[in-house]
């Protein structure tokens, strides 16, 4: 059974850095398109970034809202996601997952607060 679990998260000041990661098991990230989404209170779950599989040129996409300040990579030995994420606006405040869309494979969801 795949299971995805993330570390990292947790509170920093408007225009500090974060990083996350994601640790998968029963599922190879280099085989699969996998993203960051993040789902901020009230509102529905938004894309953050993603990058394709090695298959795919591990293309790499970003939300508009991010593009610049976040960073998605992927480590294919350790099988591991990160998102660091750098000059952090309260806007960036939400619950951020690492999935895997088409299986429907979804991390633990980390808390990211942003605020002085």
């Known amino acids: 059974e795949a299971q995805m679990v993330e570390s990292g998260g947790g509170l920093a000041q408007p225009g500090g850095s974060l990083r996350l990661s994601c640790a998968a098991s029963?599922?190879?990230?280099?085989?699969?398109?996998t993203n960051w989404v993040r789902q901020r209170a009230g509102k529905g779950p938004e894309g953050v970034a993603s990058i394709g599989s090695v298959d795919r040129s591990s293309r790499i996409k970003y939300a508009d809202s991010v593009k610049g300040r976040f960073t998605v990579s992927r480590d294919i030995g350790k099988n591991t996601l990160q998102l660091q994420m750098n000059n952090l606006q309260p806007e960036d405040t939400a619950v951020y997952y690492c999935a895997q869309i088409s299986h429907d494979f979804w991390g633990q969801g980390l808390h990211v607060t942003v605020s002085s």
């Open positions: 029963g599922f190879r990230f280099r085989d699969w398109t």
